[in-house]
Nanobody, 125 residues
């Protein structure tokens, strides 16, 4: 079992930056692929980015590519999401997730077993 706790959300002006953190506890963190998802009001949860077990491989949805960076520190059992050049359309609850089924790049939501409670990110125009 893995417990995930996100932090770092908040209110920021357009063009600003935030860094989200996701602390994991429980089983071996380094064996899991990790991902970030987001859900805006009235919309379905969408995939944002994923990172493989070692941090050597990442993938981003097109709308955040070049602005967001995912990273992980396996020694600290933590995955990060650095968000730069934020836009009002980035406003959402952001969730981190862990996949025990694949330690590579995981794009399929159904392959994620564990989810955090989410952290709110609000970008004002």
């Amino acid at each position: 079992q893995v417990q995930l706790v996100e932090s770092g959300g908040g209110l920021v002006q357009a063009g600003g930056s935030l860094r989200l953190s996701c602390a994991a506890s429980g089983r071996t963190f380094s064996s899991y692929a990790m991902g970030w998802f987001r859900q805006a009001p009235g919309k379905e949860r969408e995939f944002v980015t994923t990172i493989n077990w070692s941090g050597s491989n990442t993938y981003y949805v097109g709308s955040v590519k070049g602005r967001f960076t995912i990273s992980r520190d396996n020694a600290k059992n933590t995955v990060y999401l650095q968000m730069n050049s934020l836009k009002p359309e980035d406003t959402a609850v952001y969730y981190c997730a862990a996949s025990s089924r694949d330690n590579g790049i995981v794009l399929v939501t159904a392959l994620y077993d564990y989810w955090g409670q989410g952290t709110q990110v609000t970008v004002s125009s």
